[in-house]
């Protein structure tokens, strides 16, 4: 199949690298020195001690690529409104496009609805047919030690689903496409709440360790930051149960799974120390639109927003 990766970063590019692997018609849309990279190159995949590379054809234009059966788009949030009309014109008729984000995704509220705080312009929605969506969740860690690689360091799962609910014919097929790349994927019945859970376990975590600049075991030892991420969480649960997305998990629970991690360093520390734009309206600012919308209160998540953003901008990374 004809596939193109959006946003050839730590996960764009180990997805793009599985997938030229296995003989895909592998395309890039990428700059600057990621597509100088790409080009002399292709992809390349850091697993352990080993890097292997993958031939794809990269461009900075969306138009010399072509129409597409399969868009990844692999950007952070913030990028995707200035570069969806790019992508526009890599979707035909049966083109699938699966937005791999951290965060909540324009299309999440349905129909009619997408949110003005991750799609300010609605450049987006008018860009982006909801035919044309797929929705994914990536439980993965990886990074990129030189551009053009990802080195991948942990793989769950991807989870992909109808936006509006129920597996489809194509999300199978999208499923057993990435499965044979060796990319461990399952199907969601309802990927809205797969990625609400998602969020509930790193709306706290990210923008506390950008604002401390402490890794997660850190995080979690201080009694005070704590109680100040589960009040967030007990938030999150209360918009989330409101919108059909209900988490029957504790807080202390979640929080459990992410000690095991260790000393971690979330993305958005990671984006703070290397100077990148911040993700704060996908993990923060979205959430709070909703919170608004179904009339929950969430003063916690709006300290922590606030708290975030101004430090975002003195850093001139929001």
Same mark, same amino acid.
């Given at each position: ?113 997408? @949110? =003005?705080?991750? $799609?300010?312009?609605?450049?987006? &929605?008018? %860009?982006?047919?909801?035919? /044309?969506? !797929? *929705? ?15 080195? @991948? =360091?942990?793989? $769950?799962?991807?989870?992909?689903? &109808?936006? %509006?609910?129920?597996?489809? /014919?194509? !999300? *199978? ?146």
């Amino acid at each position: 199949m004809k596939i193109a990766i959006v946003g050839a970063g730590a996960i764009g590019t180990w997805v793009g690298a599985r997938l030229a692997e296995t003989g895909h018609d592998l395309s890039a849309l990428a700059r600057g020195d990621t597509l100088a990279a790409l080009q002399s190159r292709g992809l390349g995949l850091k697993t352990g001690e080993q890097t292997t590379f993958h031939p794809c054809r990269a461009s900075a234009e969306a138009g010399a690529l072509g129409v597409q059966d399969i868009v990844m788009i692999a950007v952070k949030a913030q990028a995707l409104p200035t570069l969806a009309p790019a992508i526009g014109s890599m979707i035909g008729t049966d083109t699938m496009v699966v937005p791999m984000l951290n965060g909540v995704p324009w299309w999440f509220m349905g129909e009619g609805q997408s @949110l =003005r705080s991750v $799609d300010p312009e609605l450049s987006i &929605e008018r %860009s982006i047919p909801r035919h /044309a969506l !797929v *929705g994914c969740v990536v439980h993965a860690s990886a990074a990129v030690p030189e551009p053009g690689i990802s080195h @991948l =360091r942990m793989c $769950d799962k991807l989870i992909v689903g &109808e936006p %509006s609910g129920g597996v489809s /014919a194509r !999300v *199978g097929a999208l499923r057993d496409c990435l499965e044979s790349a060796g990319i461990p994927t399952v199907t969601s019945e309802d990927i809205r709440k797969e990625v609400w859970y998602k969020l509930w376990g790193n709306m706290t975590m990210n923008p506390m360790s950008a604002l401390t600049l402490a890794t997660m075991d850190c995080l979690l030892d201080d009694p005070l930051l704590r109680t100040f991420a589960l009040q967030a969480m007990e938030e999150a649960r209360s918009i989330g149960a409101r919108i059909g997305c209900p988490i029957t998990e504790s807080g202390e629970a979640r929080m459990q799974v992410t000690r095991k991690l260790g000393a971690f360093k979330t993305s958005m520390l990671q984006d703070v120390e290397a100077g990148r734009s911040l993700e704060l309206d996908a993990l923060l600012a979205a959430p709070l639109e909703i919170a608004q919308a179904v009339g929950a209160e969430a003063p916690y998540l709006g300290a922590l927003f606030g708290l975030a953003r101004t430090m975002g901008r003195s850093r001139q990374l929001y």
